[in-house]
């Protein structure tokens, strides 16, 4: 099967999560108990705010009806209204989501950055002291909240030795490098341990391989042979798995925005949260999962491109 | 034909994980600490005289001493013993927690996997679904739609945890199937719910129960991180979470009161996390 045939495929497998997605935001609504407009509203909201909430989520409307009326919005690009901020939420989201970007492209280059060297230490001498000190930063990689490595780190390097801004975002590109350097960092260390793991196994495995074997008994050093032979053949797999992982490191951005006062999605989900916001959370939710479905889709599609082997066969 | 032949292979079988079992230095140290940090928990009224919501406003922030083996908090509340208790609330919650999804993704996975079609496709574009949403983003938004609490944990948990489990399974199941004692017992006769629950599933759950070491301890860091953002165990019932949300205010003066609960949340995860690489090790040795 042709590469434009596996991406047409791909794209038409998107339509029933893309459906699910809006569903599972749509219900959100439904799931708060009782009536939703005065849970939200609170217990002082008047008879006329509430009715308002009920006629704009059409809820006295049928359940397939009101979720036409979602989707009917949702297609001309309508999110609903802030509660809180009088704007609507999409304008709000749209205007927070760069900040957001930014920390996961920073977060995923500093994990490869840190993940590539600690996997070459690792498998380069299989079960040796190397490995089993590379091997134990994983397991205690994987136990840490990530919002504490963040203050941890705000503590050591932002209120003691003062290298780094507390928090913030920072302006122009080296503004935002130095602020967003230590947020980002403390998203890399909690995505790390599962990218040093991958990459490891996968290095191992390409060790194995017969052509290794072959470049071996031709005489290449050993390093050459690392960096030429194994490293290339491993980092498709590596990148594969910062895809897969990609709900992982959107989601890590959500605490760490938070810690580090970062003006991203994330924290403007929180920050709904706590003031009852419920449709800047509801489409802030929704911006999120497509951001998953649309890496997927990419990392699925540059997979493609980069390496020839791909067919579609699921 | 190989009813004798299973008779003398089975025990030989597993006298070896017998032997073997206590020589896996990843078990035995995951497996230890986790003994400790549960007794501790568990034994916490005999580890500590101090209620842990008991404030002595006379003796704030210290550092620690002979009767505050930890210190205090801006409340004199004794750190050692929120400690114990807020690891009782955490743990507790979490071991509950993670039977949910390990049942719900089991069945849903075993379903999918032995009865292939419709089954499958209905429950794999489902998982498809919810792993669009971001862990965290999901979980978060459950919780807040629902109230904070224990329940709503257990819901959002659930919701967002299945899909691993059946991922898993099915997978499992779908090499398991092909193989000759699953075809004997079809060709047998059997009814299919005899077949997944006697057979295959016996067979299949080890990877599962796997992967719930390594999901015991997001599920820890899920209850973690929403009690830190307000949204979980609620004040004043101490956990570890709120515990760091709480010191996150003396960061500068009394960075203690931020790194003591990180670090037992730290230490129970390596312990699970040990717990799980070492079970793997024994159950597959082949890989």
Known sequence: ?314 | MSAAALVTVAPEHAQSRKAHWFRQPALMSGLAIIAIILFMVIAAPLLTSYNPNAQNLNATLQGPSAQHLLGTDQLGRDTWSRLLYGGRADLSIALIAVVFPFVLGTILGSLAGYFGGWADLTIMRLVDIVVAFPFYVLIIALVFVLGPGARSIYIAITVVGWVSYARIIRGEILIAKRQEYILAAQSGGLSNTRIMGRHLLPNVVTQAIIYAMSDIVLDILAIVTLSYLGLGIQPPTPDWGNMIANGQNFLTTHWELTTIPGLAVVITGLGLSLIGDGLADLLRPGQ
């Open chain 1, 1 to 314: 099967m042709g590469r434009m045939s596996f991406v047409f495929r791909r794209l038409l497998l998107l339509v029933p999560v893309a459906v699910g997605v809006t569903i599972i935001v749509f219900f959100m609504v439904h799931l708060i108990p009782g009536d939703p407009a005065r849970t939200i509203l609170g217990i002082h909201a008047t008879p006329h705010a509430i009715a308002i909430l009920h006629r704009e989520w059409g809820l006295n409307r049928p359940l397939l009806s009101q979720y036409w009326l979602f989707i009917d919005r949702l297609l001309h690009g309508d999110l609903g209204q802030s509660l809180i901020y009088g704007q609507s939420a999409a304008a709000l989201i749209l205007g927070r989501l760069p900040a957001t970007l930014w920390l996961i492209i920073y977060s995923a280059v500093l994990a490869v950055i840190i993940s590539v060297p600690l996997a070459m230490l690792a498998a380069s001498r299989r079960n040796g002291i190397r490995d089993h000190a590379v091997r134990v930063v994983p397991l205690l990689g994987l136990g840490m909240p990530a919002f504490w490595v963040g203050l941890l780190l705000q503590l050591e390097f932002a209120l003691t030795l003062h290298i780094f801004p507390v928090t913030g975002y920072g302006t122009g590109i080296g503004g935002h490098l130095r602020s967003m350097f230590l947020p980002s960092l403390t998203v890399a260390i909690a995505l790390s341990p599962i990218v040093i793991r991958s990459l490891r196994a996968s290095m191992l495995g390409v060790l194995g391989a017969d052509y290794i074997t072959t470049a071996r008994s031709k005489g290449i050093p050993g390093r050459r042979l690392f960096v030429r032979h194994v490293l290339r053949n491993a980092v498709i797999p590596a990148v594969t798995v910062l895809g897969i992982n990609i709900g992982f490191l959107i989601g890590g951005t959500l605490i760490v925005e938070n810690v580090f006062a970062i003006p991203g999605i994330g924290d403007l989900m929180i920050n709904s949260i706590f003031q009852r916001d419920f449709p800047v959370v509801q489409g802030v939710t929704l911006v999120f999962g497509v951001l998953v479905v649309l890496v997927n889709l990419l990392t699925d599609v540059a997979y493609a491109a980069l390496d020839p082997r791909v067919r579609f066969d699921r």
